[in-house]
């Protein structure tokens, strides 16, 4: 997902010789995310990361703020007490996202003679927060634990610099717009910025009750606490476009009841799981919070945000990615991207956008980067994956929840998606899809590793395009089998057999031109000049994935992602430590992806490999363990597992980002097999087993037409799986085979 600066044909010939040139827009490894540990909230386009105290501290390199549609809308909160910081307490987000909570108290202050005024540990400060349409709503109780009263100057500073998102990852402007004079009232200061792009974008930030002083960077509350007494102040940082108009005004109350509200009502639509594993309940239980605080009600239905702080926005390949791993707990999140991504098809070649009919999105930008073209993500169609994936999942939909009215009126856009796949993606008319971008400002690596040297040969050369990946000619595959379903369901037998056709032709083709019997397993890609790319990397287990691989292949690629020198004990490397450019610190060449790993063990339960899914499951699961909230990260460092030690953390992933919090998900469903047959009202577990670390699995509402069923799932001593319905709603049949 990062972007790039340099083509793969603009390279030198010897890797040894390389000047690397810094990436226009990639996100610069200045300071550590995970050193932060920032405290993230969301709600639909609005995000925001905090330090512990609650506080936003602005300095080079710091992402903390207030988000709106790509913009800061505050860039620093400072809270200080008689000019001191509080000491921190505690510092948690609710199970639910919800909510964050910092417990504060005073240090030791002294008076301008250094002598001791007040002792620690006497003023307790509570900060409550969370966000609610476009506003982040505070309130702080302060309380006197004193025995005698006490006089408290609380001071907040603030400040918005209406940053673009990509200036705060470290993008350079000649010339910014212009910075207004803020408007000062008796409880309120605006701040306000109009970008070069025309457009008025304002921070609005409300006191209850008015400050004692109140400035341009600052507000000041001087308190007279009696023993055991709390004074509540309320504040609201309201982000509004000058276009849009003034946003209603929620008292905190309210909004904080409709805030939570909303996000029950969300999840609820999901399956629930519940273990004999209280840790495992525990991440999983953060990992659906997650997924539904990243999902954005866009007008076409729900749709899950790609990750904080960089990604929270469209992305086609990660939400597709995502709404597959989730729908069989959740399917209308399928619908819902599906239809936006339908909505957003490509009708036209645009070269700056990469775009050519047929295509689907890859990345959504509002900011006034990409407003004034600045940068090309305003709606850029640079990934070669998405289209055949938007039509696989059409599929995996279908197959879900029998819903043929939703995929007819999809099916002209699944059309326009494989004639993409036929022309364009395949421009040379070899078989397979290849990538190159457009224009010099594009994305150069199109397929989900996009660094500029994920894709190489043995020696270490970067790859000339255009280049074909093993994975894209996978998930072509498998769409072209779904489009086959489709077009049967729909009574099209004569398009489905052609359908089905191509995909056999393609099996045939990618073999020969993939498997390396060398390596024991699938090449990378082929380069421009069709020679492959002969180096070991989970891009193969793609291949696993969608069924493209011959049953005959299946045990060496399963042999070779297990080997020591590519499974690192914690999970899947993105490539084998054997292989040239291996580095366990770079973001594609040596790192572990939760959703790499659970796409890959879907691949293995595919091909019966259950031991092996197992044994993925549990590494990744027990890294969760060491992660702060447990909460899985984009991608961490592919160092070897040491005993006692926990996985060696990425120092800029997003966390949450919502295609790893899907992960597990995943992974739980390809452990129990779990399938559905929505015309004859049946759920399905096919040779179902369950993972050393779990005993006992509940499944409340698996959903079908016409009715939910509570699912019960233990493990026997020669680890057999007992399956039994719990509870029904509805004529729900269930199914266990082996």
């Keep these: 997902m990062t972007p790039i600066a340099a083509d793969a044909g603009e390279e030198p010939s010897h890797p040894e010789a390389e000047v690397l040139q810094p990436a226009p827009f990639v996100i610069p490894a200045a300071a550590s995310l995970h050193e932060r540990r920032p405290r993230t909230l969301k709600h639909g386009d609005t995000f925001a990361l905090f330090d512990h105290n609650g506080d936003a501290l602005f300095a080079p390199g710091s992402p903390e703020g207030i988000y709106h549609r790509d913009t800061r809308h505050l860039s620093h909160l400072y809270l200080t007490i008689f000019g001191a910081r509080p000491i921190l307490l505690s510092s948690t987000v609710r199970d639910d996202n919800a909510v964050l909570t910092c417990d504060l108290t005073n240090p030791d202050l002294y008076d301008r003679d250094n002598r001791l005024a007040l002792d620690h540990d006497l003023i307790h400060i509570r900060r409550l927060r969370f966000l609610w349409n476009a506003t982040c709503f505070e309130r702080l109780l302060i309380r006197n634990f004193h025995e005698r009263t006490c006089t408290i100057r609380l001071e907040l500073a603030f400040a918005a610099d209406f940053a673009d998102l990509f200036e705060v990852r470290g993008a350079r402007r000649a010339r910014r717009g212009e910075l207004h004079p803020p408007e000062i009232g ?9 970008g070069l792009d025309g457009l008025r974008r304002s921070t609005s930030i409300r006191f209850e009750p008015a400050p004692a002083q109140l400035a341009a960077d600052r507000a000041v509350f001087e308190l007279s606490l009696a023993p055991r007494k709390i004074c509540p102040i309320f504040m609201e940082i309201r982000c509004q476009n000058g ?6 005004r929620h008292n905190f109350f309210g909004a904080l009841r409709e ?12 399956t629930a799981i519940t273990t004999s594993n209280e840790l495992f309940n525990e991440a999983i239980r953060r990992s659906v919070s997650d997924l539904y605080m990243l999902m954005t009600d866009l007008p076409q239905g729900p749709f899950p945000y790609a990750g904080i702080p960089w990604f929270s926005t469209v992305f086609g390949r990660d939400s597709l990615i995502t709404a597959w791993s989730l729908l069989w707990i959740d399917p209308h999140i399928a619908r819902g991207v599906l239809e936006y991504l339908a909505c957003h098809q490509a009708t036209s070649v645009d070269h700056a956008a990469d775009a050519e009919p047929g295509k689907i999105l890859h990345e959504v930008r509002r900011g006034e980067m990409a407003e004034l073209g600045e940068v090309p993500f305003r709606h850029y169609y640079g990934s070669v994956d998405s289209t055949p994936l938007f039509v696989l999942l059409a599929g995996a939909y279908l197959r879900r929840t029998g819903d043929l009215d939703t995929i007819r009126g999809l099916w002209p856009h699944i059309e ?7 022309t364009y993606g395949d421009a040379d008319q070899d078989g397979f899809v290849e990538y190159y971008r457009r224009t010099p400002d594009g994305l150069a690596n199109q397929g989900w590793k996009d660094s500029r040297d994920s894709v190489f040969h043995a020696d270490g050369r970067l790859a000339r395009g255009p280049i074909a990946l093993v994975e894209v000619q996978a998930y072509v595959y498998g769409a072209w089998q779904a489009a086959a379903d489709i077009a049967r369901a729909l009574g099209d037998h004569a398009r489905a057999d052609a359908l089905s056709n191509k995909a056999a032709l393609l099996r045939e083709r990618f073999d020969a031109a993939f498997f390396d019997e060398e390596l024991g397993t699938y090449v990378l890609a082929l380069d421009g000049d069709k020679k492959p790319c002969r180096v070991r990397t989970s891009n193969a287990g793609h291949a ?25 004990g914690w999970g899947i490397r993105t490539l084998d430590s054997g292989e040239k450019r291996f580095n366990p610190m770079s973001y594609h060449n040596g790192s572990v992806w939760p959703h790499d790993n659970a796409l890959i063990t879907a691949g293995f339960a595919r091909y019966g490999f259950r031991r092996e899914v197992a044994r993925t499951f549990t590494g990744l699961f027990e890294a969760s363990n060491y ?18 030690r926990g996985p060696t953390l990425y120092p800029v992933a997003c966390s949450p980002q919502a295609w790893a919090a899907a992960a597990p998900i995943s992974m739980l469903q390809s452990c129990l097999g779990i399938g559905f047959d929505p015309a004859a009202c049946t759920v399905t577990f096919d040779s179902p087993f369950l993972p050393p670390f779990l005993d006992t699995v509940l499944l409340r509402r698996l959903s079908v037409p016409g009715g939910t069923i509570d699912v019960k799932l233990r493990s026997t001593g020669a680890r057999e799986v007992i399956v039994e319905a719990v509870e029904r709603q509805g004529n729900v049949r269930l199914v266990t085979t082996s």
């Excluded at 326009?416 to 036929?422: D, F, G």
């Design 259 to 270: 805030a939570r509200r909303a996000l029950r009502l969300s999840s609820s639509r999901a």
């Design 186 to 194: 008796k409880a309120a200061v605006t701040l306000s910025y109009t």
């Design 627 to 644: 992660v702060d909230l447990r909460r899985l990260p984009e991608l961490f460092c592919g160092f070897p597992r040491q005993r006692t």
């Design 416 to 422: 326009a998606a494989l004639r993409w796949i036929e």
């Design 243 to 248: 276009s849009e108009g003034q946003h209603t």
């Design 544 to 568: 696993l994935f969608t069924g493209i691989a011959r049953p005959e292949r299946a045990k060496a690629v399963v042999d070779t992602l297990m080997a020591a020198s590519s499974f690192s």
